[in-house]
């Protein structure tokens, strides 16, 4: 039977052919290409991230919304589109229906990423860092729909933790209570984005693809709908040191309060102010981080496909 969403669904030629196989293949967002980086950076980063995850015998799948479809694989062309237009909408759970329906240019978030994912099949999905807890949410209610989305869907997400700009301790303890586990890989703790250490313990270390892989899959075989958070720290000699980064995002976050920003555009806001008072340093960290994401995913995705064809992984 074919399901009504198919028909809002479109795989690249790659993409089909990588699932058909059954082939490892990992999701990656559009936000970060249309709201998180700046031109050209943007798209010359979602070109290596792509060739990091082939480099390493996976497919990567691009996901955004254009032309009223959700595409689960990009062109380059389509790369540039999202990276130059300025004019993506940035689409969360919320705004699916409707940047679908009208055919306007959409950006997955994490969450919108995530559902894009599940319907298509693909279980690991690489981003930077997740939304979170924002600091001061228990005035301002602003807590990431990705958050939600871990909750509910199951797809396997690896970041360097959850970005430095939110309350990483409330972010953990939201996920706690929604039941969603966070593995930490490399560290005991959990990732801080620009910094390696959140000073927060992850709830379980696994180094190993194949163990990652396990955990995910026993989880999904036993019926436990939902995410599984992946941390890795961004590499050492990327980091940003810890001071330097908390005072400027300190600025950051007054200048955003001063100016009233508040809702979807905080994110993109603080990322870009961190990226100016750095000097384009937060941004070269970003970048590194992402493609480091992407090597931990590539291979945690290649351990969950040797899983499902009953291969030892
Ligand atoms: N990781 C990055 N840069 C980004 C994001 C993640 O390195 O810009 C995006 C993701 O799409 C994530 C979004 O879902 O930031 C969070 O936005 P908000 O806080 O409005 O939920
Ligand atoms: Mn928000």
């Known amino acids: 039977m074919i399901e009504p969403f198919q028909s809002w669904l479109t795989r690249s030629a790659p993409v089909a052919a990588a699932q058909t196989a059954g082939r490892a293949v990992v999701a990656?967002?559009?936000?970060?290409?249309?709201?998180?980086?700046?031109?050209?950076?943007?798209?010359?980063?979602a070109r290596e991230v792509e060739a990091v995850i082939r480099g390493l015998g996976a497919e990567p799948a691009t996901i955004a919304v254009i032309g009223g479809r959700i595409r689960i694989g990009l062109s380059d062309q389509e790369l540039e589109l999202l990276g130059r237009s300025g004019q993506a909408a940035k689409v969360s759970r919320r705004d699916l229906p409707a940047v679908l329906a009208s055919g306007a240019l959409g950006a997955t978030t994490v969450a919108g990423t995530m559902i894009c994912a599940a319907l298509a099949g693909i279980e690991v999905?690489?981003?930077?860092?997740?939304?979170?807890?924002?600091?001061?949410?228990?005035?301002?209610?602003?807590?990431?729909?990705?958050?939600?989305?871990?909750?509910?869907?199951s797809v396997a997400v690896v970041c360097a933790g959850a970005k430095s700009i939110l309350d990483?301790?409330?972010?953990?303890?939201?996920?706690?209570?929604?039941?969603?586990?966070?593995?930490?890989?490399?560290?005991?703790?959990?990732?801080?984005?620009?910094?390696?250490?959140?000073?927060?313990?992850?709830?379980?270390?696994?180094?190993?693809?194949?163990?990652?892989?396990?955990?995910?899959?026993?989880?999904?075989?036993?019926?436990?709908?939902g995410g599984v958070?992946?941390?890795?720290?961004?590499?050492?000699?990327?980091?940003?040191?810890?001071?330097?980064?908390?005072?400027?995002?300190?600025?950051?976050?007054?200048?955003?309060?001063?100016?009233?920003?508040?809702?979807?555009?905080?994110?993109?806001?603080l990322l870009a102010r961190i990226e100016a008072l750095t000097g384009g340093r937060s941004l070269a960290t970003n970048i590194a981080l992402v493609k480091h994401n992407a090597e931990v995913g590539a291979r945690l995705a290649l351990a969950m496909a040797a899983g499902r064809r009953g291969l030892p992984p």
Not at 28 to 45: D, F, K
Not at 177 to 182: D, E, K, M
Not at 233 to 243: D, L, T
Not at 250 to 269: C, N, S, V
């Open 28 to 45: 990656l967002e559009s936000t970060i290409i249309a709201h998180g980086m700046p031109y050209p950076e943007n798209v010359r980063t």
């Open 229 to 269: 958070v992946l941390s890795t720290p961004v590499p050492e000699a990327a980091a940003m040191p810890r001071g330097e980064i908390d005072a400027i995002t300190q600025r950051a976050l007054a200048e955003a309060k001063e100016q009233g920003i508040t809702g979807k555009a905080l994110t993109p806001f």
């Open 168 to 225: 990483l301790a409330l972010t953990l303890e939201y996920l706690e209570t929604q039941g969603v586990p966070v593995l930490s890989c490399g560290q005991d703790n959990f990732a801080a984005f620009y910094t390696r250490d959140s000073g927060l313990r992850a709830d379980y270390r696994l180094d190993d693809p194949a163990q990652q892989a396990r955990f995910i899959r026993t989880k999904w075989d036993l019926g436990l709908a």
């Open 125 to 153: 999905f690489v981003t930077g860092g997740i939304g979170g807890v924002h600091r001061g949410a228990e005035l301002s209610f602003d807590i990431s729909a990705d958050l939600q989305e871990l909750a509910k869907t």
